[in-house]
């Protein structure tokens, strides 16, 4: 029998970089959150491994091995077939095939019955935090995560459809040795939650502009609409985000962003 799971978007509102590990990988503090928006997927037991993918994102994501889903599928230790439907653009800061990989393991711990045996983390530092789905503060390389409460968020995705390779960017940084984020704020306090959360940074936001500098403009347009109280940059880009103060602030500014740059991926959705 099929299961059928969500892959959400995966947004940092917040990546700073603490330090750097001696095989080269960088420490994080982050706050993670998940849109209504992302990829589905069915899953089904089967006698061989197959994936299948449809969507507006199908086009280029590879059908073997190399995709996260199947060496998730690999990591629990069962075949099965795989149809993903691809609504996320990949390579874009927002988690799409760690997520799909996350999905897939949930989804074969309910047809199995059982937990998996292998560390998600293998698979790649998004994939337990993708696992979690709501929001999570994550530290370390995506090893260490804690749930905190947050305040649901009106927000818009902005993808200007560059590529920025993940380890260019990290490269790119100039610091590594930024102080952590402190206490996280509390979920009743909304106008400090504001404060907090527009004080915090993306520190992969500056290299990921020197790489690709389209994405310096599409935080200048969010920065300029009405309603919007953050503009930044998820993960390692290039995909943005502008949060609103009302769904109907940023349903709008969607709308103007998509016909302003129809070519671009917009979409208004909610951050929990
Ligand atoms: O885990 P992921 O495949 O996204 O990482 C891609 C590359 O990004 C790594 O090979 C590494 O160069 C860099 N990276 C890093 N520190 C992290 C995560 C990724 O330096 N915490």
């Given at each position: 029998?099929?299961?059928?799971?969500?892959?959400?978007?995966?947004?940092?509102?917040?990546?700073?970089?603490?330090?750097?590990?001696?095989d080269?990988?960088?420490?994080?503090?982050?706050?993670v959150?998940?849109?209504?928006?992302?990829?589905?997927l069915r899953?089904?037991?089967?006698?061989?491994?197959?994936?299948?993918?449809t969507?507006?994102?199908?086009?280029?994501?590879?059908?073997?091995?190399?995709?996260?889903?199947?060496?998730?599928?690999?990591?629990?230790?069962?075949?099965?077939?795989?149809?993903?439907?691809?609504?996320?653009?990949?390579?874009?800061?927002i988690?799409?095939?760690?997520?799909?990989?996350?999905?897939?393991i949930?989804a074969?711990?309910q047809?199995?019955?059982?937990?998996?045996?292998?560390d998600?983390l293998?698979?790649?530092?998004?994939?337990p935090?993708?696992?979690?789905?709501?929001a999570?503060?994550m530290?370390?390389?995506?090893?260490?995560?804690?749930?905190?409460?947050?305040?649901?968020?009106c927000?818009?995705?902005?993808?200007?459809?560059?590529l920025?390779p993940t380890?260019?960017?990290?490269?790119?940084?100039?610091s590594?040795?930024?102080?952590?984020?402190g206490?996280?704020?509390?979920?009743?306090?909304?106008?400090?939650?504001?404060?907090w959360?527009?004080a915090?940074?993306?520190?992969?936001?500056?290299?990921?502009?020197?790489?690709?500098?389209?994405?310096?403009?599409?935080?200048?347009g969010?920065?300029?609409?009405?309603?919007?109280?953050?503009?930044r940059?998820?993960?390692?880009?290039a995909?943005?985000?502008?949060?609103f103060?009302?769904?109907?602030?940023?349903?709008?500014?969607?709308?103007?962003?998509?016909?302003?740059?129809?070519?671009?991926?917009?979409?208004?959705?909610?951050?929990?």
């Open positions: 029998m099929a299961t059928e799971v969500f892959a959400p978007a995966k947004i940092n509102l917040t990546l700073h970089v603490t330090g750097q590990r001696s080269g990988y960088h420490l994080l503090d982050s706050l959150v998940f849109a209504d928006f992302g990829d589905r899953v089904t037991p089967a006698s061989e491994m197959s994936i299948t993918v969507g507006p994102f199908a086009e280029g994501v590879p059908l073997d091995q190399r995709n996260l889903c199947w060496r998730a599928a690999e990591l629990f230790g069962e075949t099965v077939s795989i149809e993903l439907e691809k609504n996320l653009p990949h390579a874009a800061g988690g799409g095939g760690s997520s799909d990989a996350a999905a897939v949930s074969m711990e047809i199995f019955d059982r937990a998996i045996q292998g998600p293998t698979l790649g530092a998004d994939v935090v993708c696992a979690v789905g709501k999570v503060r530290q370390g390389i995506g090893d260490q995560l804690g749930l905190c409460h947050f305040p649901p968020l927000a818009v995705l902005v993808n200007p459809g560059v920025v380890p260019l960017v990290f490269q790119g940084l100039t590594k040795e930024n102080p952590g984020m206490a996280l704020p509390q979920p009743d306090v909304p106008s400090d939650v504001w404060d959360l527009v915090q940074r993306n520190d992969l936001q500056a290299p990921a502009i020197a790489a690709q500098p389209v994405i310096g403009g599409v935080l200048e969010l920065s300029g609409l009405a309603g919007v109280r953050l503009a940059m998820s993960g390692s880009g995909t943005c985000f502008g949060i103060e009302h769904a109907e602030f940023a349903k709008r500014a969607a709308q103007h962003i998509q016909k302003a740059h129809p070519d671009w991926w917009v979409r208004a959705v909610q951050l929990s």
